[in-house]
């Protein structure tokens, strides 16, 4: 018997798939790369905190080299990380759902993205759509185009309120009988919107009734401002699903632990998809970098007090941003609720990367267009506010003669 697969790609001349040739390019690099190294810049255009790591996770990294922990390892995480995190989710979830996160639903990832291309592997096939809630990170859409399925927005809108709003009915409008999951980033990029929790149990309700899977992006789980949920966390579907629902929640060392370059996240899914995930990790990446799991196991047991003085820093320039950048006449602005980011319209403005190129000539301050994040973005720009809080204001001081 043949194990040919009978489903040929179209492919580019070259003999590339043409789904991978045709895959955008990152925006916001393309307008970063170009202009750093300009001096007196405020590069507020990528998501990511500019603390380096604290000392006692690079600590825990060198210890762990010094036990020579620089060798293969298990492929869904040394144990050690995979009950640190078990314990962690349990820790933060348990008071709502009454049960605990099991080590058999942990499996170690090489980053949040890896994460993310992982689920499109387990999940997609060609013919098969996802439909996500925009605008949102492109990363996240464009793992399923890799699979040859189709990637679906339904976009959020702002109410009469200033807030962002999730139109249910649309959402669930736009999935069909070839629909394989929901995608959820909350806290949200580039919006800031957070999930509430009557929305978070509606589409979780409807996910177990037409049987499709929801992936829950929640990288941001811990830079919530509004909440009075333990820890100062925004609400997870890990708060109200059972251990068996088609349930993926993706997390991430970056944001929180500001560990953007170590590359390690994790992936919480029903204990039935281990073994299956254990094979994408073999053929993504063998396992993750073994002596940074051991740094990530410390980040997890001894960062708390960082995290929230982490998360203390960025809401005060969250209010700098609000109060500020909201004042100026050009400008609308939601309150962002979670995450670093500030997600803005421009009255006028109908060519974000243009103004982005304009905002660096002109003001020297670097943000990312809103085209980046989908089509509907356009007209909006994003400000990472994830900086210090002398830079932050300095970036509205520059920002005003032009958008005030």
Known sequence: MSDKINYDPPRSENGLRRSIENLPGSLIRHVAEPNMGRDGLLKLWFGEPDVPTPQFIKDAAT????????????NRGVPLLRRTIADYATGLHRPETGHDIDIDRITVSGSGMNAIMMVSEALMSAGDNMV???????????TVRIMDAEARQVSLRLGDDGRWQLDMDELFDACDDRTRAIFINSPGNPTGWVIPRDDQRAVLDECRRRGIWLIADEVYLRLAYETDLPLGRAPSFLDIAQPDDRLIVINSFSKSWSMTGWRLGWITHPADCGEAFEKLVEYNIANPTTFVQ?????????????????????????????????????VTLSRPEGAFYAFFA????????????????????????????????????????????ATVSAAMDRLDPVLG
């Open 63 to 74: 210890a762990a080299l010094a036990d020579n922990q620089v060798f293969y390892a298990q």
């Open 294 to 330: 051991y740094a990530g196991a410390v980040a997890i047991r001894d960062g708390e007090d960082f995290v929230a003085e982490t998360v203390d820093r960025y809401r005060r320039n969250r209010d700098i941003v609000v109060q500020r950048l909201g004042a100026m006449k050009r």
């Open 132 to 142: 996500a809630v925009g605008p949102i990170w492109p990363n996240c859409k464009e």
């Open 346 to 389: 421009v009255d006028g403005m109908t060519d974000s990367v243009a103004f982005a190129q304009e905002l660096i000539d002109s003001v020297g301050v670097g943000l990312a267009p809103g085209r980046a994040f989908s089509e509907d973005g356009e007209g909006w720009m994003r400000l990472c506010f994830a900086a210090d809080t």
